[in-house]
């Protein structure tokens, strides 16, 4: 890993800071995106909604995720009943099954966009797609408390949370499954962000340079 100087596993090129991370959020240089620094992003996502209620979008959007839903089921009720699939594919499927269960889909929805525009206005934010589906999958999962175990701080005496990771290779179909839902909703969203933005930065500089242009 270019720049870092620390001894290599023996399982491969990496220090195990970089394996580990490369492990918990899909890259080794990928860092986790928290939640208060998705907090502008989902509000974003909220005023749209607000102002367009009776868009067709949300509605469609939940039948879209309902559908997946309906899909992550039946996979468990296969598994149970004894047909050989893969693992991750199993443990993906109750981890949708258990965020759906326990989470409001607005919230869900909120979320999964909110990634998608802060991935349309600050793509160097993520290492690669992989390091992307990664936090897709970290902070849909972080909106149960499902997900977060806890540990006493014995030199603070204070209850912390941790969230519990997923397998790499779980996460990523995780967020995956969650891109083929949202992705194309949170793209053409971020475009629009863009484009008024754009669109209130040439009312402000028309506006100065009438001004300027005064005698």
């Known amino acids: 890993m270019n720049g870092c100087h620390k001894p290599t596993t023996r399982w491969g090129t990496l220090c195990s800071t970089h394996r580990n991370r490369q492990r918990r959020h899909g890259h080794p240089s990928q860092t986790g995106v ?17 102002r ?3 868009s ?6 939940r039948s879209r995720w309902e559908q997946l839903i309906d899909n992550a089921r039946l996979t468990i009720e296969n ?16 981890e949708l099954v258990q965020l759906h269960e326990t989470t409001p889909f607005d919230e869900i929805s909120h979320t999964a966009l909110a990634m998608f525009i802060l991935q349309k206005q600050h ?4 290492r690669d797609q992989q390091g992307f589906l990664h936090q ?14 806890t540990w006493f701080d014995h030199s603070t005496g204070k209850v912390k949370r941790v969230y519990r990771d997923l397998p790499a290779r779980t996460s990523q179909q995780f967020g995956q499954s969650a891109l083929e ?12 962000e863009i484009e008024e933005a754009n669109a209130k930065q040439a009312e ?4 100065i340079n009438a001004i300027q242009e005064m005698q």
């Open 79 to 94: 598994y149970l009943s004894g047909k050989a699939m893969s693992r991750h594919v199993v443990a993906m499927s109750k």
């Open 56 to 61: 067709p979008l949300w509605s469609t959007l």
């Open 181 to 192: 839902v949202f992705a194309l909703a949170g793209a053409v969203l971020a475009k629009k």
């Open 34 to 50: 928290t939640k208060a620094e998705l907090k502008p992003y989902v509000e974003t996502v909220r005023r749209r909604k607000a």
């Open 136 to 149: 897709l999958t970290r902070r849909l999962r972080g909106l149960t408390d499902m997900n977060a175990g």
């Open 204 to 207: 402000k500089l028309t506006i």
């Open 123 to 126: 793509p160097t934010r993520f």
């Open 52 to 54: 367009n209620q009776s």
